[in-house]
């Protein structure tokens, strides 16, 4: 037992030792900061991150703006930094309002990674997001698994970039992919579900054949389900829908819905955290230099990805 | 000193036990295969690897099909399968044909990981490469912040995706970043510097005017270099190149070219083994029943980046 405590306390003292000099930071506590923080959506990012720290035995905080006021996440990242912490994981409410206080927490040693919404221009490291197109193309593939010839619509917001962007990874992936599925309508549901049922009333009306609906938001496919539903087309057409709330859960363990597609926030945090730790341990033996060599050791930009939820494994998804 | 053995017995068995109990891998081997695998390109995407390889203590193998050879690849990579490693980090030389044997791979519990060119329609985990719209618009800001008025040639491959897309990332960002510089002018190189030179000799007399170049490839630079210093227009002419060898780093030495994108080849190698690492060790704690959620912990797609070499930090590329 002698043995052993003192094992214990000289394996302590060499942990101690190993992390102490490894590391050129002060702290090790890393801090993930958000804006309207309370939101759900958030939780399996930061529980991503917390489990990457179990893994790396350091610290982390979860902070962020409680409103969705940029001003308010501005004062917030500024005090993050002025707390001098191992690193920054943030989610980006305005990418030019942000900038500044990004490049001058970088400037001052303190590793930024962003996730789920970047400043592209501005000098973070990491962007940890959600490849809108080839999350089209996901879609694309699973409707394409279950029909393969027919009718299909949309159910999308044209004014907004990352709606587009799955919609067009969509389109272009059955075409290439798919050919005999062909898309005959596109509305505009404005992330609203009533106003997605109203308009894909109207599109099965006018195209009683179609096979298969691509919703782009969580809304849109909650209201074109109904629209199928109360068309009597539901066995007939198969939904993909994007996002979740309970409702799509619902909708989908009743078969109104086919599937959705989750964004993988718990590997934004759970990679962020290995990004920053990689930075602020200097582990990048082979180009200690790489600083000076002007060589980024983490990449600018990683696509997450979507997991397909079903009646298959959407019992996994509830909250 | 008796101590210290002791504690370095314990300490060695408690490692032992963690790394048995911990990892549902037999192996401790990652294998990287590639092809052409005595080619320069690769060795700083298997140094990465095997930085990440002392940071994790794991052993690694370097291998692959000496030829230019699918079916030499297909068969090397059958082989590695069988030896059973703890994780495969693969370079595709053809998504189609290679897809079947990763599958097989996968479906035997052994993680595959793609780097430089990829599978996409396989079951890879993940797969690690440059962005070429992205690494376009790294070239354009790059040129905007040297020049941000004036006329502008490309000189590129048309009939080569991979060029297409840097050629448009940059085309978009100069539209959209930096409006002061038009493109008058595309120039189809061939990836061959006597055709690259011929041709952009034709666009200087032409638009004599012109003050800055992109080349989407080595030898497509090299060939502009040559024009423009044969029309005396060095001085005017700010040229951005794409990889390189010697003969662009003793360009951009002189003064001849003034940048050129080096793509991240070593993280591909760090950060795959680093992926490979996470699912051989099953350290995805939260999600123990990943598997059965249908939830990937990898992200599919890691867009590695490029980085500006330019007589600042060339001498850290010289091979």
Redesign the interface.
């Known amino acids: 037992m002698n ?2 405590r ?2 214990t306390y ?2 302590a003292s060499l942990l101690l030792f190993a992390s102490l000099s490894s590391s050129f930071a002060q702290s090790d506590e890393y801090v993930m900061v958000t804006f309207i923080s309370g939101l759900e959506y958030w939780r399996d990012a930061y ?2 991150m ?2 990457a720290a ?2 790396l035995g350091v610290r982390t905080l979860y902070t962020g703006a409680v409103r969705y006021d940029i001003s308010e996440q501005i004062t917030v990242l500024e005090q993050v930094i002025a707390m001098q912490p191992a690193g920054i994981l943030l989610t980006v409410m305005n990418p030019e309002a942000l900038k500044d206080s990004i490049n001058r927490g970088i400037a001052q040693g303190i590793p930024i990674v962003t996730f789920d919404a970047d400043s592209p221009l501005s000098n973070r490291y990491a962007f ?1 997001g959600t ?1 809108n197109y ?1 999350a089209g193309a996901v879609a694309a593939r699973y409707l394409c698994s279950q029909v393969s010839s027919g009718e299909v619509a949309i159910s999308s917001v044209p004014a907004q970039h990352n709606h587009v962007e799955r919609r067009q990874g969509f389109i272009d992936t059955l075409e290439n992919e798919c050919p005999g599925l062909t898309v005959v309508a596109i509305t505009d549901d404005r992330t609203d579900s009533a106003v997605a049922a109203r308009e894909m009333a109207a599109v099965l009306m006018a195209n009683p054949d179609v096979v298969g609906i691509f919703a782009t938001n969580a809304s849109g496919g909650v209201g074109v389900a109904q629209a199928t539903r109360e068309a009597g087309l539901s066995e007939q057409v198969t939904i993909v829908s994007f996002d979740f709330d309970e409702g799509t859960l619902d909708m989908i363990d009743e078969g109104l819905i086919d599937a959705t597609l989750a964004q ?1 926030t ?2 934004m945090g ?2 962020g955290l ?1 990004f920053l730790y990689a930075i602020a341990n200097d ?5 200690a ?1 790489w600083k ?14 979507v ?3 079903t009646a ?2 959407s019992r ?2 509830r909250r």
């Not at 582990?283 to 180009?287: D, E």
């Open positions: 043995l052993i003192h094992a000289f394996m529980r991503g917390e489990d179990q893994v940890l490849g080839q993988s718990w590997q759970y990679w290995k582990q990048i033996r082979s180009i230099d000076a060599a002007g060589i980024s050791p983490l990449p600018p930009i990683v696509d997450t990805g997991v397909v939820i298959e494994n996994f998804w």
